[in-house]
Every structure is written in C-alpha cells, then in structure tokens.
C-alpha cells in the first residue's frame, strides 16, 4: 500500500528529529560503549572547541575559503571557455578532448604534489587543485549543454537568418544554463574536497592543514570541528549556487 | 498571379550527390502567390522535406526551385520565410511575448525592411492577451501553437510553412484554429504552404490540396478545392462536395501508402 503523503510541517520537522536522535544518542550512548573520546570525541566537546578556539578555526577557514572560491571561479569558468571553444570547433574538440578525458582520470592525489612542485607552498597550488577539480565535470556538462538545443529550434534561428552569436546567446547558452548548475552544484563541493586536499600536502594553514595537525596530535574534537566547519563550507557554496540558479533559471 | 513557388525536376535526399537516399524525385511543383496549400502524404513521404528545401534548410540534389521568383538562400536571408513547427518550438526561458518578439532581436543585420513590433496587436489576435506574461510550460497545446504562429507571422513573411502544426491538439481546438488560420490568411494575402495528416484539415482549409506519395516522394494527386468553395476559401465541413472530395483524398492517399 502507498503511504499517505506528510504535512509540510511533519516534512520539516522530521529531519530535525532525526538529527536530534542522533546527536543525543552520541553523546550519551557512545561514552557508555566505551568508545574513547580521543576516537570519537562528543558533540558537546565538538561544540567546546567552537567557544574556545574560534579565532583559530576562523583563521584557517578563511584561506580555505579563499583557496575555494577562487578555484571555484577559475575552474569554472576555465570549463565554460573551452566547451564554447569545442562546440564552435569540431575540429578543436577532436584533437583536445580526449587529452582532457586522460587529464580526467589521474587521481587528484597523484596529481597534486606535480601541481605544489610547479606552483611552491603559498595559496596558489591549492587554488589551480580546486579549479582542476571542478573542471572536468563542468566541461562534460556545459558541451552537452550548449549542443542540447533542438534541430527545430536550431532551423527556428536559421530561417529568422541569426548569426551565429545570436544563436549562442539567444539558444545554446540558455539551453545550457540548467546543465551548467547541476554541474557547478557538484563544484561547489568538490572545490572544497580540492582545497583542503591541497592543504593536507603542503600547508600550515587551512582547514585541511589543521585536519591534518589534529589527527597527529591527537586533538580528535578539534579535528571534528574542523571537519564540521570544511561541511559547512560546502553547504553554503551548494546554498549560493543553488540560490543564483533560482534567480536565473525561472522555467 | 506570379508563382510563389516554382520546382522542376526537383531531386531531394540525404547522404551527398552520389549515394543517396532520395525522399523526393523529379518533383514538379508551381504555387500561385497567395493562395493556401495544402500538403497530404503518408510518413516519410518527404512532406516536411519539401517545406525544408523551400525554407533554405536543406539543398536540393538536383533540379531547380525557385521561391518568390529566387532562390530559397535568397529569400531566407531576406525573411521573407515563416516556419511554424509541429511542437511550437517555444524557448522555455522567455515569456510569451519575448517568444513573439523573437523576429525583433536576431537576425536584422541581413534584414532590409523595418518590421514593427506588432506583438501586442497579435496576442490580441490570437486571444492571448491575458496570457503575455506567462512562460510556455504555463500555456495549453493549443495556446502554444497560437503563441508560433504569432511570432511567425511578426515577421511578416510573403511565404508561410506549417509543419504539421495542429498534429498533437484535440479535434475541437484543431477546428477553431483551422478558422482562426483561414481568417489570417484572408487578411494578410500571405502564401501558406500547410503540411498535415489530416485528410479533412488538408481539405477545409486547403484552395489547392496535393497528395505526395512516397519512396521516393512524387505529387499523386493535385486536387482545386475552389470549385467546392465560396469567395474567400469558405466552406462547410459536411457539404456533400467536400465530403466527396474528402473521399477522393482518401482513395489518393491509401494508394499512396
């Protein structure tokens, strides 16, 4: 038998509960099993650290952040330029596309000491980590994009005689723009998988530097925390991509 | 009355000049300024094919076909072309008026008349006046088709296809747009070239109806409706004229298919 739909309110409200369960039966049940709090600190020591060492989370969150955003940025926009370039040249897509597939497919953990050996220790090899990484998915789905329109909407632009950059901005781009935010959506966290990947390899600072400082040192509430926190960041990058393609995309 | 469309020997198909797939073979074809015809034909008989070379969105193999007295390349570019398609092809992203106000942001350079934004005019027209401000996913079937044939006739074009245009609507709506069509015609004097599957439509609305055949895609039957009609391309559905020629339609197309 088919369940009866929830109440909005039962719909919110369940979620909640949920989470609740689990937070309680973590921090009252967990000690009770004898699980260490130095593997699995409970939410309430997870929340001490945030009172307590503020400032320090915030410090590394900030370059995180940045390291972030701007791979976010570049690496996007990077994937767009070359899918507009492919489509418009078929010839372009042919010889460069199956380089770009074999890029794909080198782990990015391999992949990145080459990037900190080429670009030293600072910001930048952490941001070109993220952009790389936000890269391939956006190009597969902007090409498919700007090609999804169809041969009548193609023969509808040509019998009005629209050049081609009319049919880019009037047809393929607007075409595209579902394809290319389900693909930033996706970016939006793997930028932060990207900069925090960089941090644990070469970095002082940073999230993924400060995961990394607390595993060694034993400091578990300071590394969930950290970890919290790289959540976080993912959810309000997902919550701003999410939020501009509801301005954009009305239909 | 000059010739809107002029085709001899016209030779159609896909896969280049040498091995080819004709969907159209020796096809002759002249079509007076103005009128309406209509184009009946079983699947695959090269219906929309000939609306395609016509519109300069696909090239001849061979023959010749001249469109308002020049070739289709000419006239397109000119946009003197309307093509109204079978799924209204609307773009989702813009309302209904931006999608009837489409003449009016591509393809001006190549254009060397003014064309008026007529769009509040033709959504009256088309009683969709309530409706400017909605998006496509918004409008019914029938409203849909209204939405391209007001963004086809904007352009104000002497020649206009229509590619199966009513084919997905209900029986009833159909009708009332088959009207609402003959009396746009009436007014603009615009050549109407109408591709269909319906044997009454093609009738009802058609001056001249021709019935293609196909593999490859040859005129069978060329049939002047103005004999069985009043001034103006009136008629009723069940007069006993045009429930013969009806039949005669009929007995064309299954030999056809």
Same mark, same amino acid.
């Given at each position: 038998m088919r369940q009866a739909p929830l109440s909005p309110q039962t719909t919110v409200a369940l979620p909640v509960l949920g989470a609740a369960s689990i937070l309680l039966a973590w921090q009252y049940i967990l000690p009770l099993l004898g699980v260490p709090a130095y593997i699995v600190p409970t939410p309430t020591a997870i929340f001490g650290v945030f009172q307590k060492n503020f400032s320090l989370l915030m410090d590394n969150l900030r370059p995180t952040l940045i390291e972030a955003l701007a791979g976010f940025v570049i690496g996007n926009l990077a994937a767009v330029l070359l899918a507009v370039l492919f489509v418009h040249s078929r010839v372009l897509q042919a010889a460069y596309f199956p380089i770009v597939l074999f890029f794909n497919t080198i782990p990015i953990l391999a992949l990145s000491p080459i990037i900190i050996l080429i670009f030293g220790l600072g910001m930048t090899p952490k941001i070109v980590i993220a952009a790389v990484i936000c890269f391939f998915p956006t190009l597969v789905n902007m090409i498919r994009g700007l090609d999804s329109a169809s041969g009548n909407e193609h023969e509808l632009f040509r019998v009005l005689s629209a050049t081609r950059s009319e049919i880019f901005w009037g047809l393929r781009l607007p075409r595209a723009l579902p394809m290319l935010f389900s693909s930033l959506r996706i970016a939006s966290a793997t930028a932060v998988i990207g900069a925090i990947v960089g941090e644990w390899i070469g970095s002082d600072k940073g999230l993924g530097a400060l995961i990394i400082q607390a595993t060694f040192n034993y400091q578990s509430d300071r590394l969930y925390a950290a970890i919290i926190l790289s959540s976080s960041l993912s959810i309000a990058l997902f919550c701003l991509v999410v939020l501009v393609e509801r301005r954009i995309i009305r239909y | 009355m000059p010739s809107a469309i002029e085709a001899r020997q016209l030779d159609v198909g896909y896969g280049g000049r040498q091995a080819a797939v004709k969907v159209l073979a020796g096809l @002759?074809?002249?079509? =007076? =300024? %103005?009128?309406?015809? $209509?184009?009946?034909?079983? $699947?695959?008989? %090269?219906? $929309?094919? #000939?609306?395609?070379?016509? =519109? @300069?969105? #696909? @090239?001849p193999l061979g023959g010749t076909i001249r469109v308002l007295g020049e070739t289709p390349h000419a006239v397109r570019s000119r946009r003197d072309v309307g093509f109204v398609f079978q799924d209204s092809t609307l773009l989702p992203w813009r309302t209904v008026r931006d999608n009837v106000r489409l003449p009016l942001g591509v393809g001006l350079r190549s254009l060397t008349r003014k064309i008026e934004d007529r769009s509040t005019e033709l959504l009256e027209l088309m009683g969709l006046g309530a409706l400017s401000e909605r998006l496509p996913h918004q409008l019914s079937g029938g409203q849909r088709q209204r939405v391209a044939i007001a963004r086809a006739l904007l352009g104000e074009p002497k020649l206009l296809l229509m590619d199966e245009p009513f084919g997905a609507l209900d029986e009833i709506t159909r009708d009332r747009l088959n009207d609402e069509l003959l009396a746009l015609w009436r007014r603009s004097g615009t050549t109407i070239l109408f591709v269909t599957h319906s044997i009454a439509e093609a009738a009802y609305l058609g001056e001249r109806v021709i019935v293609l055949a196909a593999n490859p895609g040859r005129v069978v039957k060329d049939l002047d409706m103005r004999p069985l009609k009043q001034e103006g391309n009136r008629c009723k559905r069940e007069d006993a004229a045009m429930v013969a020629a009806m039949a005669d339609l009929r007995v064309a197309l299954e030999r056809a298919s």
């Amino acid at each position: 038998m088919r369940q009866a739909p929830l109440s909005p309110q039962t719909t919110v409200a369940l979620p909640v509960l949920g989470a609740a369960s689990i937070l309680l039966a973590w921090q009252y049940i967990l000690p009770l099993l004898g699980v260490p709090a130095y593997i699995v600190p409970t939410p309430t020591a997870i929340f001490g650290v945030f009172q307590k060492n503020f400032s320090l989370l915030m410090d590394n969150l900030r370059p995180t952040l940045i390291e972030a955003l701007a791979g976010f940025v570049i690496g996007n926009l990077a994937a767009v330029l070359l899918a507009v370039l492919f489509v418009h040249s078929r010839v372009l897509q042919a010889a460069y596309f199956p380089i770009v597939l074999f890029f794909n497919t080198i782990p990015i953990l391999a992949l990145s000491p080459i990037i900190i050996l080429i670009f030293g220790l600072g910001m930048t090899p952490k941001i070109v980590i993220a952009a790389v990484i936000c890269f391939f998915p956006t190009l597969v789905n902007m090409i498919r994009g700007l090609d999804s329109a169809s041969g009548n909407e193609h023969e509808l632009f040509r019998v009005l005689s629209a050049t081609r950059s009319e049919i880019f901005w009037g047809l393929r781009l607007p075409r595209a723009l579902p394809m290319l935010f389900s693909s930033l959506r996706i970016a939006s966290a793997t930028a932060v998988i990207g900069a925090i990947v960089g941090e644990w390899i070469g970095s002082d600072k940073g999230l993924g530097a400060l995961i990394i400082q607390a595993t060694f040192n034993y400091q578990s509430d300071r590394l969930y925390a950290a970890i919290i926190l790289s959540s976080s960041l993912s959810i309000a990058l997902f919550c701003l991509v999410v939020l501009v393609e509801r301005r954009i995309i009305r239909y | 009355m000059p010739s809107a469309i002029e085709a001899r020997q016209l030779d159609v198909g896909y896969g280049g000049r040498q091995a080819a797939v004709k969907v159209l073979a020796g096809l @002759d074809l002249t079509v =007076a =300024a %103005g009128s309406f015809l $209509s184009i009946l034909g079983p $699947s695959g008989c %090269g219906k $929309s094919t #000939l609306l395609r070379v016509v =519109a @300069d969105l #696909l @090239d001849p193999l061979g023959g010749t076909i001249r469109v308002l007295g020049e070739t289709p390349h000419a006239v397109r570019s000119r946009r003197d072309v309307g093509f109204v398609f079978q799924d209204s092809t609307l773009l989702p992203w813009r309302t209904v008026r931006d999608n009837v106000r489409l003449p009016l942001g591509v393809g001006l350079r190549s254009l060397t008349r003014k064309i008026e934004d007529r769009s509040t005019e033709l959504l009256e027209l088309m009683g969709l006046g309530a409706l400017s401000e909605r998006l496509p996913h918004q409008l019914s079937g029938g409203q849909r088709q209204r939405v391209a044939i007001a963004r086809a006739l904007l352009g104000e074009p002497k020649l206009l296809l229509m590619d199966e245009p009513f084919g997905a609507l209900d029986e009833i709506t159909r009708d009332r747009l088959n009207d609402e069509l003959l009396a746009l015609w009436r007014r603009s004097g615009t050549t109407i070239l109408f591709v269909t599957h319906s044997i009454a439509e093609a009738a009802y609305l058609g001056e001249r109806v021709i019935v293609l055949a196909a593999n490859p895609g040859r005129v069978v039957k060329d049939l002047d409706m103005r004999p069985l009609k009043q001034e103006g391309n009136r008629c009723k559905r069940e007069d006993a004229a045009m429930v013969a020629a009806m039949a005669d339609l009929r007995v064309a197309l299954e030999r056809a298919s």
